[in-house]
């Protein structure tokens, strides 16, 4: 049995890198994966790569396209995850957008995640008021649908929080992800709303990539997602990124330890 | 259950991230207000008629109808709008929209550019700041209104993510207004998108039928048997249909540019070829793969070659009250030509595959029947690219 998203939260703050599958490949996100949770992740992301990913910055774009073109299929994630399942029972969830899941069969879909022991997704454009969409049939399957905040929120946080699921997932800053130098967004405020309204982790994510960064958020969140960085380490090394992941997660991880 | 909001059946929706959730709540109740407004009302009418040049005529077309030998046929004339096209109508409402609800500076999507001059056009008038967003291809492939725009003040960014065309600069403005909403309106160009688009630029382009309507019980003392209107996104068919939609004896019939055929892979006919699925902030039909990446699509009018379509079309088309149909790339071309021809009218290559289908239906109707075809655009942008198509090179 794998581990379940609050399993991911209950060694101290949590470290939730994000990775695209099968960019380079989907043996070497495998690997990525392994390395990662050796290296201190408590948690991973797994995109399923989307040819229109309206909500990322080009790092994430330009990881999807580079996946895509080397032929990765939804049914292709489901094979690696499963393959993943046989070294780890760390906590994973997908990340990918609403099309992808809708289009495979909501059904077929979270039965699969269920298969292969995914118990989570966060899927950007679902808001709220869509998410009866799929919330029922992935729930029947335990992947719990993880909520987004965002600076914009505001009095939403409240409607949004009382009936999430898994962790919180709090959107730093305005636009997509991607690398920003500062994050300005008054985060106290919006993790003050989300604590009156459920006792889930809250995980904040877009834009965090240097261990101070990372600190400073571990310091009134529950966890650090990060993205962008860990992709730009996959286009800059290719097949040889491994070690490079490893070791920028471990700086993360012991920045927020 | 889906959310019954925004819906037209069971398409449509709003499917963005969580941070343009608030602002379409705000822009849904600013609209709500504004159309309502004795002062915004009066303001629009008084903008559509003094400066767009409203009401566009209902012209009859005689030598076309003599030479067709059917139904007689009439053009709506919304080429004859300032700016050159049925886009105006659309970002008169919404320029004018923003600036009540305080914005200072609005963005836009392009294809063929259209929707990008219309809009910046707008913004000049109304003292908006303006960006554009647009495909490199497109931006290449139609360099005058990429100058066009500039001249009208507006920045334009050439969009080099994805394939680089259209639905690429809708993801780009997008994410451009997911990252600043607080002075800034995204004025989407069709009737697709997140609610309440789809509703507010249905509105707005509402305008056409309901001339349209008036004229031609004016003019002919009943009905027309069809409308026939070219369809993308769907702004100006949506337009010239919605207020014939309760007149049941009023055949819509919508013109999806079919490319190279809906048979090959070079098309953009989202009904004959697409498949439900949920994408820019909508669920309705797309042009997809089998695992819902959205394809490529191809059409030799810009302004068509979109992978979607309106959710109100796609609602329309499921439940049989308007009828969609491909109309190839060379069907347009030569109506492109015949109509320059016949009538000294050189409409857009958009507006050329409505004309064309109008040529196959209009014979096998009857004289005491009328046809109006809803002419969104004129065709000067096309001369170019019309004229490589038949092999001669011109220097734009």
């Known amino acids: ?39 201190g992740a408590d948690l991973v992301e797994i995109g399923i790569p989307f040819s229109d990913p309206i909500a ?202 | 259950m889906t959310n019954p909001k925004g819906r037209f059946g069971e398409f449509g929706g709003q499917y963005v991230p969580e941070t343009l959730m608030n602002e379409l709540i705000h822009l849904e109740q600013a609209y709500e207000h504004y159309k309502n407004d004795p002062e915004f009302v009066a303001e629009l009418d008084d903008l559509m008629k003094n400066y767009a040049g409203r009401p566009s005529l209902l012209y009859e077309a005689k030598k076309m109808t003599a030479d067709l030998g059917g139904a007689k046929i009439y ?68 360099k005058l209104n990429v100058y066009r725009m500039e001249l009208l003040g507006a920045k334009v960014h050439h969009v080099k993510s994805g394939s680089m065309v259209l639905k690429d600069a809708v993801n780009e403005a997008m994410r451009e207004w997911a990252g600043r909403v607080e002075d800034t309106h995204y004025v989407l160009g069709s009737v697709m998108g997140p609610h309440p688009f789809p509703t507010i630029v249905r509105d707005f382009q509402a305008v056409i039928s309901k001339e349209a309507r008036e ?22 068919a949506i337009g010239a249909f919605y207020h014939f939609i309760p007149d049941k004896e009023v055949r819509l019939i919508g013109c999806e540019a079919a490319g190279r055929g809906v048979d090959t892979s070079e098309t953009a006919a989202t009904i004959a070829t697409g498949k439900m699925g949920v994408f820019h902030g909508m669920k309705s039909l797309f042009c997809q793969n089998e695992y819902g990446q959205i394809d490529k699509v191809y059409s030799i009018s810009a ?47 958009e507006s050329a595959h409505a004309v064309a289908y109008a040529r196959k239906l209009a014979p096998a109707m009857s004289r005491d029947q009328s046809i109006i075809i809803c002419l969104s655009g004129r065709g000067d942008k096309d001369v170019a690219s019309i004229a490589k198509y038949r092999g001669v090179e011109i220097d734009e």
């Open chain 2, 75 to 142: 053009l709506k004339r919304e080429d004859l709008n300032h700016t050159g096209a049925h886009k105006i109508n659309n970002c008169l409402g919404q320029v004018l929209l923003a600036k009540k609800m305080g914005k200072t500076r609005v963005i836009a999507e392009t294809g063929a550019g259209q929707h990008g001059v219309a809009t910046a056009t707008v913004a000049a008038l109304l003292d908006m700041e303006c960006e554009i967003f647009m495909g490199e291809l497109d931006c290449q492939r139609q």
């Open chain 1, 56 to 257: 990322e910055g080009v790092v994430i774009q330009e990881a999807d396209l580079r996946s895509l073109e080397a032929g990765t299929t939804t049914d292709g994630v489901f094979e690696m995850v499963a393959e993943l399942r046989k070294e780890t029972d760390m906590p994973l969830v997908f990340m990918t957008y609403l099309n992808i899941v809708f289009y495979y069969g909501y059904e077929k879909f979270f039965s699969n995640c269920e298969k292969v022991g995914i118990s989570g997704i966060i899927i950007p454009d679902m808001p709220y008021e869509e998410k009866g969409e799929c919330e029922a049939i992935a729930a029947g399957h335990g992947v719990e649908l993880v909520s987004m905040v965002a600076p914009t929120s505001e009095e939403r946080i409240r409607m949004i929080a009382s009936d999430a699921h898994g962790f919180l997932y709090v959107v730093s800053s305005m636009g997509v992800t991607g690398v920003r130098a500062e994050i300005r967004t008054d985060l106290d405020s919006m993790l003050k709303a989300i604590r009156q309204a459920t006792d889930l982790p809250a995980a904040i994510g877009f834009g965090i990539n240097t261990p101070e960064q990372a600190k400073k958020m571990s310091e009134i969140a529950d966890g650090v997602i990060v993205g962008s960085a860990i992709v730009k380490l996959v286009a800059k090394y290719g097949e040889n990124a491994t070690p490079y992941i490893a070791e920028y997660v471990k700086s993360m991880k012991n920045a927020i330890r």
């Open chain 2, 303 to 349: 302004g068509l070659d979109y992978p979607g379509i309106g959710p109100e079309h796609a609602y329309l088309n499921s439940i049989g009250r308007a009828q969609y149909v491909p109309v190839t790339d060379d069907e347009a071309v030569d109506a492109f030509e015949y109509l320059s021809r016949t009538e000294g009218i050189i409409p857009a290559v």
């Open chain 1, 1 to 39: 049995m794998s581990k379940k998203i609050a399993d991911a939260f209950k060694n101290g703050k949590a470290f939730i890198p994000f990775i695209t599958a099968g960019d380079p490949s989907l043996e070497k996100t495998k690997e990525f994966v392994l390395a990662m949770e050796k290296a």
């Open chain 2, 215 to 236: 004229q031609i019980l004016e003019k002919e003392g009943k009905l027309p048997a069809a409308v026939i209107a070219c369809v993308g996104g769907g702004s100006n």
